[in-house]
């Protein structure tokens, strides 16, 4: 494999030392490496190591980069936010280098490819095929950006996408209703000491108090969150868009994205984003309705062939039920025994578990009953519909939801390049 010039932006951050350490784990085939960061890194030194490099590398500052400065470079990663990537990713374009994004800056530009490395990879082809792209459009920046650019997608989209598009592949999405349950480290190194410090003031008092009388237990003021966000669940992650509709663009990210990415121009999204006091590990319960039936057996055998996902539990009703006589310590009781089912086998994916790990986990994977004709109680004499699932699915938000999945896209831009 070809050794690259990789350039990361935004190196010193939560993601970009994310990012450093899955090009270490990952053998990623490196000539040079450059990092980049604001003023206030400048000469940081940072080693890294791995089979193909090992060296002390000092931080550069980005604003003092230009065309002439960045010739070389292959490919660069940027992870330093939507303002950062509007500014620099054209001046690193006009230096010939292939920019992966993970910002929001182009996921909407309908000639950039939005690429999830399981479920899109040949929409990279775009790069280097001219078929499809504007010639008229006002955009200065257009034509050279649209041979240089590729944009990674919303975390909490990322985590879906690896589950539902074998599904849609075998069975046709026709709508999904999602509510997502996002971890603080989403709102970067600030969010997570928000979390940290009001944690600990709860504790240091007498925490109890929030059973029943939570206003005399004196709170630090929220800055990064609406509401406080220990022991608390804020129904509400992002920003209000200004549209009307009174969603967040984390909201309307979900939408936007898994159409594009699915290749699914009328498919139905609605979501509600929440924020959750969990560290790292976004959350996801979706009901989808599909044009085809679908039953939770079908879906696990599916789903346990999906590149970058792990299935929790088992879809088989005698095998749930059996362990439901004697497996102790998951909390899910059955009624009348007392006994407890194991998370193996009942498929219970927790963010905890998702830290670290690449592939999104599912779980929870049953038929949904709330579609017309689908409840055997209210349909007890017509063909059951059973077009609709729910599922509840994990992942690694700092991980495959901004890093890892970056790296990957390099990674096919090597076997292309």
Same mark, same amino acid.
């Given at each position: 494999m070809r050794q690259i010039n990789l350039a990361i932006c935004g190196a010193t951050g939560q993601v970009g030392q994310? $990012?450093?350490?899955?090009?270490?784990?990952?053998?990623?085939?490196?000539?040079?490496?450059?990092?980049? /960061?604001?003023?206030?890194?400048?000469?940081?030194?940072? !080693?890294?190591?791995?089979?193909?490099?090992?060296?002390?590398?000092?931080?550069? @500052?980005?604003?003092?980069?230009?065309?002439?400065?960045? *010739?070389? &470079?292959?490919?660069?990663?940027?992870?330093?936010?939507?303002?950062?990537?509007?500014?620099?990713?054209?001046?690193?374009?006009? /230096?010939?280098?292939?920019v992966i994004d993970n910002s929001s800056a182009w996921r909407k530009d309908p000639e950039v490819p939005l690429i999830v490395s399981e479920v899109n990879p040949e929409d990279i082809e775009q790069l280097f095929d001219n078929v499809g792209y504007s010639t008229d459009r006002d955009d200065e920046l257009a034509g050279l950006l649209q041979k240089r650019l590729i944009a990674n997608p919303n975390c909490t989209t990322m985590a879906a996408m690896p589950v539902l598009n074998p599904l849609h592949r075998r069975k046709e999405l026709l709508r999904l209703v999602i509510s997502t349950y996002q971890a603080v480290?989403? $709102?970067?190194?600030?969010?997570?000491?928000?979390?940290?410090?009001?944690?600990?003031?709860?504790?240091?008092?007498?925490?109890?108090?929030?059973?029943?009388?939570?206003?005399?237990? /004196? !709170?630090?003021?929220?800055?990064?969150?609406?509401?406080?966000?220990?022991?608390?669940?804020?129904?509400?992650?992002?920003?209000? &868009?200004?549209?009307?509709?009174?969603?967040?663009?984390?909201? !309307?990210?979900?939408?936007?994205?898994?159409? *594009? #990415?699915?290749?699914?121009?009328?498919?139905?999204v609605e979501g509600t984003c929440v924020r959750v006091p969990v560290f790292t590990g976004h959350s996801l319960s979706i009901a989808a309705e599909f044009a085809n039936d679908i039953t939770p057996q079908e879906a696990v055998q599916i789903l346990e062939d999906a590149e970058g996902v792990e299935v929790f539990g088992t879809a088989d009703i005698d095998q749930v039920a059996a362990s439901l006589e004697d497996k102790i310590g998951s909390g899910v009781e059955t009624s009348g025994k007392g006994a407890k089912a194991g998370a193996d086998i009942a498929g219970v994916p927790t963010p905890q578990l998702s830290v670290g790990k690449d592939p999104s986990l599912v779980g929870r994977i049953r038929?949904?009953?709330?579609?017309?004709?689908? @409840?055997?109680?209210?349909?007890?004499?017509?063909?059951?519909?059973?077009?609709?699932?729910?599922?509840?699915?994990?992942?690694?938000?700092?991980?495959?939801?901004?890093?890892?999945?970056? #790296?990957?896209?390099a990674e096919l831009l090597i076997e292309r390049l």
């Open positions: 994310v $990012m450093l350490n899955i090009l270490k784990t990952r053998n990623f085939p490196i000539s040079t490496l450059r990092l980049f /960061a604001s003023s206030r890194s400048e000469g940081k030194q940072i !080693q890294f190591v791995n089979e193909h490099f090992s060296n002390t590398i000092s931080v550069e @500052d980005i604003d003092k980069q230009t065309p002439e400065t960045l *010739k070389g &470079v292959d490919i660069a990663i940027f992870s330093a936010g939507g303002s950062v990537s509007k500014k620099y990713a054209p001046v690193f374009a006009r /230096a010939g280098i292939i480290s989403g $709102m970067g190194v600030a969010g997570v000491n928000e979390l940290s410090d009001t944690t600990t003031n709860i504790v240091s008092q007498d925490a109890k108090k929030l059973v029943t009388d939570p206003e005399n237990i /004196a !709170q630090i003021e929220p800055i990064k969150f609406p509401a406080p966000i220990a022991f608390n669940v804020i129904p509400y992650a992002g920003n209000l &868009v200004d549209d009307g509709k009174l969603e967040t663009d984390e909201e !309307q990210k979900l939408r936007f994205e898994s159409r *594009k #990415i699915l290749h699914a121009p009328n498919l139905r038929q949904d009953y709330s579609l017309e004709g689908a @409840d055997p109680e209210l349909n007890s004499t017509g063909e059951l519909n059973k077009k609709g699932l729910k599922l509840f699915i994990c992942s690694d938000n700092l991980r495959k939801g901004a890093a890892l999945n970056t #790296i990957q896209i």
